[in-house]
């Protein structure tokens, strides 16, 4: 589906694993490690991105949402930047609040511009962020409270902003590792109470709250490489995951989820999976 879909309900998200019924996509035409930005793109800077691999698999992954009752938007690919693929960061959607992200390199700077062309078209109000630099890649929700990552990305300024324009909400910074690059890199929220965690990535403080308010499912070193926490849920605990994260895979399916494997292994050798490639705007 093309910049110009069709206009139709409102935009909410107050979940990670509610109903997902709309979301913004882009494929990743022009998908290139140009300048190194993150610890995984270090491991193939050599390498580097298989573009109509890339392509193929995105395509895939587009189909296999729409199958299953997503309405896809697909922001224009763009040249100049090689990172697009990752809607996640551009923006996030925070009960009916569109918020424009901030972005932190000057190699992703310029992407929100297109997010908010198609917002404007589809008549749809948006919200800058202009404190500091924040990215969605750091933000999870799970009813009214918001979990934001302090990381190279997001700053404790931008959070204060947030947490300011969402006054009816608790926004709790979590600081972690920075070479993990984004709080969904390390954890994801599947259910009220339930989350996938790289633990090491993490400090005291953060592992015990987090464990106060989850049951907490481990990711090994080995499959954080492979991005294992960075699934996405479609709602109706059904997630998309990677197929070499076989042991997550065997977890989330012992715990009752429904894991739909699709292979988007040349796109995370630039860091980012299934949750990095997606920004809902509705989810039931």
């Not at 793109?41 to 991105?49: D, G, L, P, S, T």
């Not at 464990?211 to 996405?232: D, H, K, M, P, Y």
Request: proline residues 4%.
């Amino acid at each position: 589906m093309s910049i110009a879909s069709k206009q139709s309900q409102p935009l909410t998200c107050g979940s990670e694993y509610g109903r997902l019924q709309k979301v913004v996509l882009c494929q990743p035409q022009y998908m290139a490690i140009e300048e190194v930005i993150n610890e995984t793109q270090e491991q193939f800077k050599e390498e580097n991105i298989e573009s109509q691999r890339a392509l193929k698999q995105h395509r895939q992954f587009s189909r296999l949402l729409q199958e299953h009752g997503v309405e896809v938007i697909e922001l224009p690919p763009d040249p100049r930047y090689p990172e697009q693929v990752f809607t996640r960061d551009i923006g996030f959607t925070i009960g009916e609040q569109v918020f424009i992200s901030s972005m932190a390199t000057d190699i992703r700077q310029g992407e929100e511009k297109i997010l908010k062309t198609w917002l404007r078209q589809a008549r749809l109000s948006y919200s800058p962020l202009t404190s500091g630099s924040i990215e969605g890649g750091d933000i999870l929700i799970n009813g009214r409270t918001v979990y934001a990552g302090i990381s190279s990305r997001t700053d404790d300024q931008a959070v204060a902003e947030l947490q300011f324009r969402l006054p009816d909400y608790e926004v709790l910074s979590i600081p972690f590792d920075e070479k993990y690059l984004h709080l969904d890199c390390v954890f994801n929220i599947l259910s009220p109470d339930e989350a996938l965690i790289f633990s090491k990535a993490l400090g005291k403080r953060e592992r015990e709250l987090l464990a106060s308010r989850f049951r907490l499912i481990e990711v090994s070193e080995e499959e954080q490489f492979t991005l294992g926490t960075n699934v996405l849920s479609i709602g109706g605990k059904t997630v998309f995951s990677l197929p070499v994260n076989k042991r997550v895979n065997e977890q989330l399916a012992e715990r009752g989820y429904r894991v739909i494997e699709a292979d988007i292994t040349e796109i995370i050798k630039s860091g980012g999976s299934f949750r990095c490639c997606t920004l809902p705007l509705r989810r039931g």
